[in-house]
């Protein structure tokens, strides 16, 4: 077995495609285009600080060449490592910074993962621009919204398609899904099916509570110290919360939010340990 790490960092030319900086002993440095071109194979372990988009074909082709691949939990770890070992700011001062994390930090990708992820992405895309056109349309004179409406009502439809899509795939690819959905009573509501699937796609079953709840920014902060957490994963908490509570968002409360937090931990950590398909006694 033998393990590659990569630092993933944008070209020089107009900020266009990607270049991978790899390395097997943190000595000797290589570069490729694109993950499918890394010489891993069968067994093989490739990790790395990113997975961009635009890349999602080729690490698919590298998990079906049977190598695993994992990517940094964390981005601002990298930083921290390189300060703390005096690394440069480099691709291989990156990829030297990367071999001295250790691996709890990493997250193993897989297909069901990369599928997902690329759908939610577009998904979260959809959304900022729809919430951003509805903030101008509030400020707008009612000639202007005239205009302005059509817009809004288009990206509407597309994400509700999206969100559509999103949910069948997340109901074929992961087991616990549908029965979060019917548990939480779901079944019709389609952008929180939508943020739900967000939740199981990112969330790691093999993780405690207290950990699943640092990840959403369900902690005190201490003070000093940035809060660090995934914001994406805490709106779509707090968008299948209402949901779920027959609530709006204004009336959402941090109490509300980890009770359906636990309820979706709880049952997608027990369909991972296999403890569902156990025989109902009686």
Not at 32 to 47: I, N
Not at 95 to 106: E, H, K, P, S
Not at 140 to 156: G, Q
Not at 245 to 273: D, F, G, H
Request: with cysteine; charged share 30%; proline share 4%.
């Amino acid at each position: 077995m033998v393990r590659y790490y990569a630092d993933v960092h944008r070209t020089k030319r107009n900020g266009e495609g990607y270049r991978m900086t790899y390395s097997t002993d943190g000595i000797t440095f290589k570069y490729v285009d694109s993950f499918s071109e890394f010489p891993a194979g069968l067994g093989d372990q490739v990790f790395v600080d990113t997975i961009p988009l635009i890349h999602t074909d080729g690490v698919t082709y590298l998990l079906r060449r049977g190598v695993e691949v994992y990517y940094l939990r964390r981005l601002t770890l990298t930083e921290k490592i390189r300060e703390e070992f005096k690394l440069p700011k480099t691709a291989r001062g990156d990829v030297r910074a990367l071999m001295r994390i250790g691996d709890r930090w990493f997250r193993r990708v897989t297909e069901d993962f990369l599928v997902l992820r690329r759908m939610i992405l577009v998904y979260r895309s959809l959304l900022k621009t729809h919430q951003q056109l509805l903030n101008k349309y509030k400020a707008l004179s009612d000639a202007e919204r005239n205009v302005l409406k059509p817009a809004i009502i288009i990206i509407e439809e597309q994400m509700d398609a999206l969100a559509r899509q999103i949910a069948v795939e997340a109901g074929k690819r992961y087991p616990a899904y549908n029965r979060i959905v019917d548990e939480l009573g779901l079944a019709g509501r389609i952008s929180a099916m939508e943020a739900l699937a967000e939740l199981v796609v990112y969330l790691d079953p093999s993780k405690g509570f207290r950990k699943t709840k640092n990840l959403v920014g369900l902690f005190k902060p201490i003070r000093g110290r940035k809060k660090i957490y995934s914001g994406c994963l805490r709106k779509a908490l707090q968008r299948l919360t209402a949901s779920a509570n027959n609530t709006s968002p204004p009336q959402l409360t941090v109490r509300m939010e980890k009770e359906v937090l636990l309820r979706v931990w709880r049952i997608y950590r027990m369909e991972a340990l296999g403890r569902l398909a156990m025989p109902a006694q009686g």
